[in-house]
């Protein structure tokens, strides 16, 4: 029976829980990103580009007239739509901002305080979750701390902001003790709890429905009841997928995206040792870092030295002292444990790596591997084992050292060790994010007053060919003007829908059709020159504009009298030759690897022009014979030249000295 005390203790876990996550926060961020109009750090970026694609989604979403489903924008994948599910915006918190608006300041953002909230609650459900194994008060929460640092978390919190509701992990482990004590297999809270998890982020979805599955399959198996259990997972899967269409993530066909399949992402064999965090962040004091395969990085599990000691330390004693209690205790919880095998087999994948190495690749149809693609980053599926590894070491050494007095000392060498080893993390988080509060972490390519004179020009922008130039920048760019864009800088988007959009715009491009409100972009120089010949003369700027990232191709109607600065490159007769972006297995970046003599362009109007009239090629004041030019690759251009090495040429701007008549 709950008593009065019980619920009193349960009540200060939860505060006590959600005080340490806040204390936490403010530790790491400080206050700066509780303030609403402070949106610096989402345009600047922080550890990474993610948060401007977060930020930019919310910015089209708010932007959009109302509709159902929710979370759809019209100028995200124009014209077809989008959720902004699929740029991380946090689609409840999205839709629930929209509605709010017109009583919004001009500049918002939600992502610090949903920040805040999540490791509040990490603490709270991190709390109440050991209360279940933990005498007192003091105990759980000392432990709370391996919770509330948690590096996985830490690792997404304000970087992959909406994955970093790592709370609705805890509160499903919490729910399942709670029911195997209790004898119950439903709770309204986890009930909620399941439907939620898609309208923050749909990885969390298979995470906690596993912990689900569990309770209620050990439950059917030992009561012999079947039905029940059934239904009530039945009705839950029905209204998960009911808020998932409320929240726009099945609206159109979101195909396109990363070309990773699923084992690209997967988690390396030594990931809860090594320390190694994305863009070079060291995780650990004591440990060093490990190598890494291919995506590895986005299935960063590193447990900490503490944790990992404390694994250590009740390992051996359950092997050597107590092997009968820890077969008892699998059989016990066995549907767990089959549900922790299957999650961790996942992340691992079928491409098998161990530090640098790739040990095996199992060969799986290839129907199933674009079926679990859905979810390619397949090593965040071990979220629910790492945070089960971390509850038994906190158990173990409750159940190993017994006095209470003892656990407290026990636990509380173990936390210590732990915070001092994951300290470099927590550091360089911390000044990350103060060096994005400062100036922009990632400054923008899109420098040139270009882009402030084609402000207020257009009312969208096509993306004609591959990711734009810093993407990301040019999303927010379009989203504070209010228009539309094709470009594929969301998640997922429909692939097919962009294909055939573009097809349309090139084909009206060829006819020398150009649209008066549209702004078009080409990633790929190639297409560019392909594409701008029957329009060069119908009033539009067409050429190339440099940035820090890369260039620009652009082709902007009713431009052509407009007076640009130096970092834009204007198409004309004078306009430079540049080898081909072409690497595979013979070539190296416009280069033939065999012979390194010869070089690749793009064929189009303009290039053969210049080289099939040319008797050598100019770069950095040196020349260099053409010996032959070879047009057999259709799109390609293939130049044989008198030269030694030919990867001098590349990122170089090339001119031609034309044959004598």
Known sequence: MHTAADKRRDGLLLLG????????FLLIFGLSPLDVTNDSFCRGGYIEKDIQQHYAGWLFYRQSDLSFPLCVTDNINAPQGLSV????????????????????PATFQYFGWFTLLCLMAQGAAGARLLGLFLDGITGPLLADLLFVFSPILW??????????????????LYFYFLGRRSGRHCFRGLFALNILTITIHPYFVPMTYAVTFALLLEYAVSR??????????????ALTVAAGWMFGLFYGTATGGSDALYGYFGMNLNSLWNPAGVNGVDWSFFLPKQNQVGGNYDAFAYLGFGVLAGLFICLIRMLFKA???????????WALCLVSIILTAFAISHVITA??????????PPALIKVFSVFRSGGRMFWPVYYLLMLAVCVGFSRLLKRRHIVFAGLTVLTVLQLIDLMPGLMQRRQAFAEAQKQDAFPSSMTSDFWQQAAGRYNSIASMSGLQTDALHLALYTADLGMATNDPFAARYDASALEAQRTVYSQELATGELRSDTLYLFADEGAFLQAVEPVKNSGAW????????GSWYVIAPGMADCGLDTACIPYDENYPLRLADYTDALWNRGVLD?????????????????????????????????LTVDDSDPGWLMVTLEIEDATVLWGQELETIPCKN
């Open 17 to 24: 829980g959600a005080v340490l996550g806040a204390v936490a």
């Open 85 to 104: 599910a699929y740029t991380d915006s946090i689609p409840l918190l999205a839709a629930f901002f929209r509605f709010l608006s017109p009583l919004l």
């Open 155 to 172: 690792e997404r919190a304000l970087r992959h902001t909406s994955l970093a509701a790592h709370f609705f992990i805890l509160a499903a």
């Open 224 to 237: 012999h009841r079947y039905l029940s259990p059934a239904l009530w997972l039945l009705a839950d899967l």
């Open 323 to 333: 092997p009968k209690n820890l077969w008892a205790l699998i059989c016990r919880h």
């Open 355 to 364: 530090n640098g190495a790739t040990l095996a690749t199992l060969p799986l």
């Open 542 to 549: 067409c050429g190339r504009i440099d940035g820090a990232d």
């Open 594 to 626: 065999s012979t390194k003599q010869t070089v690749c362009f793009a064929d189009a109007p303009f290039t053969r022009r210049k080289l099939e009239s040319a008797a050598a090629i100019v770069a950095d004041g040196r020349t260099y014979p053409i």
